[in-house]
């Protein structure tokens, strides 16, 4: 399996994109608490829907036992990370996530972003 070319990686949660996908879900899930009871049921929920899945998916996709399908999983990853952007911007446009907070998400992203490419691109090498 392409996924054991992953050297050193006898699980999903040794994967440091999956430790880096938890950490900012656990981010998000606590920042969107402070948002409005309007918001409950909207954004919110969608910032932590999108959130959640980045992670879920990887551990989706190993659990699946095939390159192919571990791949399949890891884009799935990243449209729910891009998903999660767009939240975290509209967010900021409606007043409830500070600039500064704004960059600090979306440069966790954007880390998150390149660390799935590059899992992805190294097991289509494979």
């Excluded at 996924?3 to 699980?11: G, N, P, R, T, Y």
């Excluded at 938890?22 to 899930?29: H, I």
């Excluded at 884009?75 to 911007?89: F, P, Q, W, Y």
Aim: hydrophobic letters at 45%; glycine letters at 8%.
């Amino acid at each position: 399996m392409g996924v054991m070319l992953v050297k050193a990686v006898k699980s999903y949660r040794d994967l440091e994109v999956w430790q880096k996908g938890v950490e900012l879900a656990v981010k998000v899930c606590q920042m969107a608490r402070h948002f409005p009871m309007s918001e409950r049921f909207g954004l919110a929920a969608q910032l932590q829907r999108s959130a959640l899945s980045i992670p879920a998916n990887i551990a989706e996709g190993w659990g699946r036992g095939s390159t192919n399908e571990f791949v399949w999983f890891l884009k799935v990853a990243k449209g729910s990370l891009h998903e999660l952007e767009t939240h975290l911007i509209v967010a900021h446009q409606l007043g409830y996530l500070s600039a500064q907070r704004l960059d600090e998400f979306l440069g966790k992203t954007e880390a998150i972003s390149r660390m799935l490419l590059a899992l992805i691109r190294t097991l289509r090498k494979h």
